[in-house]
Each structure stands twice: as C-alpha cells, then as structure tokens.
C-alpha cells in the first residue's frame, strides 16, 4: 500500500501561482511514476502531469504545457506540482496518484490521494 497526502490547495488569482506537494508513504518511493489529475465541479477526472520514478521523464495534458511544472524528491518522498499563470478554468480538486506501470501517457494508476482544492478567482 501507498499512502499519499496532498497539501497546498487555496484560493488564488488569476495569473498567479501555487505549488501543491504530496506527501508519499508505505512502500518505495521511487518504484512508482507519479502522476496529478484534477477534477473541476460537474467534470469527469482528468488527467494533469505524469513523471517517471527518477524524475527524468515528464508528461503534460496540453492545457498546462509551459504553465505547470512536476518535480519529484526521492530522498523526501514527495512529487510537486508547480502552477504557474493560473487561470479559472485551472479550478478543481488536484489529486496526486501513484502508479507501479512504467509508461508515462498511461492513465492507469493504483493509489490516489484525497485531493486538495484549487480556486483561481478571475
């Protein structure tokens, strides 16, 4: 099992910036691709970035290319979402997700946090 905490929703302007973090426990860190979705009020799921185990591959829905950056820390146990040029369509519930399956673009993950909020207000 893993376990996986997200932190750093709130509110934000458009324009502005967050940077989400999750928080990984249980099994080996680095054994799994990461990955963020988000889910806006209404909206199915959907997928936001994947990054590989050592962190040198990433992977990026179209609508958050050159604006969100993922990063992982082995050594701390924790994958991070850096949100930049926020825009109210960017709000939803971001939840982190863990996955033991190796290719980038796949949506299929095993473990999901509980989510935090992001609000972009306009």
């Known amino acids: 099992q893993v376990q996986l905490v997200e932190s750093g929703g709130g509110v934000v302007q458009a324009g502005g910036s967050r940077r989400l973090s999750c928080a990984a426990s249980g099994r080996t860190f680095n054994n799994y691709r990461m990955g963020w979705f988000r889910q806006a009020p209404g909206k199915e799921r959907e997928f936001v970035a994947a990054i590989s185990r050592g962190g040198g591959g990433t992977y990026y829905t179209d609508s958050v290319k050159g604006r969100f950056a993922i990063s992982r820390d082995n050594a701390k146990n924790t994958v991070y979402l850096q949100m930049n040029s926020l825009k109210p369509e960017d709000t939803a519930v971001y939840y982190c997700?863990?996955?033991?399956?190796?290719?980038?673009?796949?949506?299929?993950?095993?473990?999901w946090g509980q989510g935090t909020q992001v609000t972009v207000s306009s």
């Open positions: 997700a863990a996955a033991s399956k190796l290719e980038l673009a796949s949506r299929d993950y095993d473990y």
